[in-house]
């Protein structure tokens, strides 16, 4: 493809998603590495200033082992979940909500992008319930109450330069970006740690976003001879899973993916965050660089694991 086709594909995929909202979920591992981080924000930036409304969701894993070694105290995972005691939530919430919230919202502002740190708690944004009682506190996410993402997305970020600060449909105005941090709130006020990936989907959901991008440290999902897949629709995903094709923590990330597709998303990206500019080639090329996941020809519904450790049937309408 010469630089001119290639040009006017890319100004054809700004025309379309020019004022349609995209989330990102950024992956733990990724936001260990600070030049990583930058390089993501500078590229977010960029999208942004296109006209397209973006809400980051992030994880926070490897940050949260880290301080957690530090500390001396000892952890262990169920079904890819870790069991999370009271003591180990007030660590998990330090560290999502302040050390890497905190990281990513200097990044983007750094980068030229207005962007305001939440958690799941803040306006009890996911209200949860007690996954399983072997886990503790993690959380099942019952409501999704998205009046505070609405209010920053609402909220006009103008040049304070311009003589009207009032008038959003000015070229200096833009939305201001959320990132949200996987921490959410129970009936009595409990923190609640949850899958990052969970959290994406349904707040997605909920929002009626139309296009996910899960930023992680693979290249996408692969075959059973280590291929890369560049599209698949949900009933090959499943597919793929029941031939124990996807495992290990690509396993959990397929079953949340398959859950947003039958929830209101059309696409669902994985790409690998350390590819250079990775997210910018795969929202605006033909080609792509990772792979995307659509509805297409989903069959009859299956029961799959939600982010507790027990098998459930995820009902068409959840709480």
């Known amino acids: 493809m010469n630089t001119l086709t290639a040009t006017l594909a890319s100004l054809g995929y700004i025309q379309k998603f020019r004022h349609q909202t995209i989330l990102i979920k950024l992956g733990g591992a990724a936001l260990q590495d600070a030049s990583l981080v930058k390089s993501l924000c500078e590229d977010i930036s960029l999208i942004h200033s296109v006209g397209i409304n973006l809400i980051l969701v992030h994880g926070g894993g490897p940050s949260i082992n880290k301080e957690l070694e530090a500390r001396g105290i000892k952890w262990e995972f169920v079904n890819g979940l870790r069991i999370t005691t009271p003591e180990m939530m007030d660590i998990i919430e330090m560290v999502l909500c302040g050390q890497v919230n905190h990281r990513i919202v200097r990044a983007l502002n750094q980068s030229g992008v207005r962007a305001i740190g939440l958690s799941g708690a803040d306006a009890s944004l996911l209200q949860c319930k007690q996954a399983d009682p072997q886990l503790q506190q993690v ?181």
């Open 139 to 319: 959380g099942l996410i019952e409501k999704v109450d998205i009046s505070s993402i609405q209010a920053l997305m609402n909220h006009q970020n103008t040049n304070p330069n311009t003589s009207n600060l009032t008038n959003a449909s000015t070229s200096q105005a833009s939305p201001l970006i959320p990132v949200i941090a996987p921490v959410g709130v129970g009936k009595k006020g409990e923190a609640y740690n949850i899958n990052a990936d969970w959290a994406a989907s349904r707040i997605a959901e909920a929002l009626k976003i139309k296009k996910v991008f899960f930023l992680t440290d693979q290249d996408g999902i692969l075959d059973a001879q280590n291929n890369l897949i560049s599209e698949l629709d949900a009933g090959q995903l499943e597919s793929l899973i029941e031939q124990g094709v996807i495992k290990g923590g690509m396993l959990a990330k397929a079953q949340t993916i398959i859950y947003a597709l039958r929830h209101g998303v059309k696409d669902v990206h994985i790409i690998n965050a350390r590819r250079p500019h990775g997210l910018i080639e795969e929202l605006f090329t033909d080609t792509g660089v990772g792979t995307v996941c659509r509805l297409r020809s989903l069959e009859p519904r299956r029961s799959i694991k939600n982010h507790s450790s027990k098998s459930i049937t995820l009902p068409e309408n959840p709480l």
